[in-house]
T-cell receptor, first 112, second 111 residues
Framework: GESVGLHLPTLSVQEGDNSIINCAYSNSASDYFIWYKQESGKGPQFIIDIRSNMDKRQGQRVTVLLNKTVKHLSLQIAATQPGDSAVYFCAEIGNAGNMLTFGGGTRLMVKP | DVKVTQSSRYLVKRTGEKVFLECVQDMDHENMFWYRQDPGLGLRLIYFSYDVKMKEKGDIPEGYSVSREKKERFSLILESASTNQTSMYLC??????????FGSGTQLSVL
């Protein structure tokens, strides 16, 4: 069935290093992807999105890469800071409708 | 900035009680959503609404109902709360159904 998943449930990085959070999706017809950050006790917060006609999109310290060939999405965070510690979710919209399907989340832990 | 406000951060209710979770958004968004979030299960869609007085079932609507009498307000109702409805409830709104804006969540405990 259609699914959105994450390779690693927990990622631990040193402060200042770059972080890469990965996401695999199974629906080749998905045309919109989005990353959310959820800090403890808060609701998910939009980080960045990308459409399927793009391979890369950059924001402030974040970059999303989309590889449609292998159905893989990644979120890169440059110079990771303690405030980046959170759970990160990917989500996608496929051609079955306009509802977001969320992945299970990856916890990012930043070591000082 | 879009603001989605959930009326309560924490609620404790007893089994069998009727529970109302309220959500208000201030950006005139057409679409509003209710999700629950449980460890290991991620975000699951309960109900959504594309317009006033309109509602659609999501993936797990059993035991819940919703009300959308005004565009800015979307209420989730637990007709008779049960312990398996203990969860974090998240409200969201969007203009086109893609970029959802979430509230801070309501942690509901049913005893």
């Amino acid at each position: 069935g259609e699914s959105v998943g994450l390779h690693l449930p927990t990622l631990s990085v040193q402060e200042g290093d770059n972080s890469i959070i990965n996401c695999a999706y199974s629906n080749s017809a998905s045309d919109y992807f989005i990353w959310y950050k959820q800090e403890s006790g808060k609701g998910p917060q939009f980080i960045i999105d990308i459409r399927s006609n793009m391979d890369k999109r950059q924001g402030q310290r974040v970059t999303v890469l989309l590889n449609k060939t292998v159905k893989h999405l990644s979120l890169q965070i440059a110079a990771t800071q303690p405030g980046d510690s959170a759970v990160y979710f990917c989500a996608e919209i496929g051609n079955a409708g306009n509802m977001l399907t969320f992945g299970g989340g990856t916890r990012l832990m930043v070591k000082p | 900035d879009v603001k989605v406000t959930q009326s309560s951060r924490y609620l404790v209710k007893r089994t069998g009680e009727k529970v109302f979770l309220e959500c208000v958004q201030d950006m005139d968004h057409e679409n509003m959503f209710w999700y629950r979030q449980d460890p290991g299960l991620g975000l699951r869609l309960i109900y959504f609404s594309y317009d006033v007085k309109m509602k659609e079932k999501g993936d797990i609507p059993e035991g819940y109902s919703v009300s959308r009498e005004k565009k800015e307000r979307f209420s989730l109702i637990l007709e008779s709360a049960s312990t398996n409805q203990t969860s974090m409830y998240l409200c969201a709104s969007s203009y086109g159904g893609e970029k959802l804006f979430f509230g801070s969540g309501t942690q509901l405990s049913v005893l």
